[in-house]
């Protein structure tokens, strides 16, 4: 039996589309969770028991500085070594939206070697 890939749909405040981000990789055949990005800080929640990370849409703490720029360096001060490994480990990851310009933002594309 194949098992399902565990998907991780990470929200924070002003992130929206996450309930349907989720829904359609569940109507994929994926397992997917909404995890709020304090889990992973906080390490009640570990980035490494998912196969795909998805970063939705929305407008990240009210992209009051600039389109995901906040959300960005989140990601890059508080949970670079585990997303470095993340994608060492050959894992996924999708940005739409606002999810986007997080990936630009944070150095996560392929080729960026700043993360």
């Given at each position: 039996m194949r098992r399902k890939?565990?998907?991780c749909v990470l929200r924070t405040a002003g992130t929206?589309?996450?309930k349907?981000?989720?829904?359609?990789?569940?109507?994929?055949?994926?397992?997917?969770?909404?995890?709020?990005?304090?889990?992973?800080?906080?390490?009640s929640s570990n980035l490494h028991d998912y196969q795909i990370l998805t970063l939705p849409g929305?407008?990240?703490?009210?992209?009051?500085?600039?389109?995901?720029?906040?959300?960005?360096n989140e990601l890059r001060s508080k949970l670079a070594a585990?997303?470095?490994?993340?994608?060492?480990?050959?894992?996924l990851i999708i940005g739409i939206c606002n999810g986007f310009q997080i990936l630009v933002k944070s150095g996560l594309l392929p080729g960026n070697h700043e993360l």
């Open positions: 890939p565990k998907v929206n589309c996450d349907e981000t989720a829904f359609a990789f569940s109507k994929a055949g994926a397992e997917a969770e909404l995890v709020h990005i304090n889990k992973f800080i906080n390490a929305g407008f990240s703490y009210g992209d009051d500085i600039a389109s995901g720029k906040i959300f960005a585990d997303l470095k490994k993340f994608i060492e480990e050959g894992k």
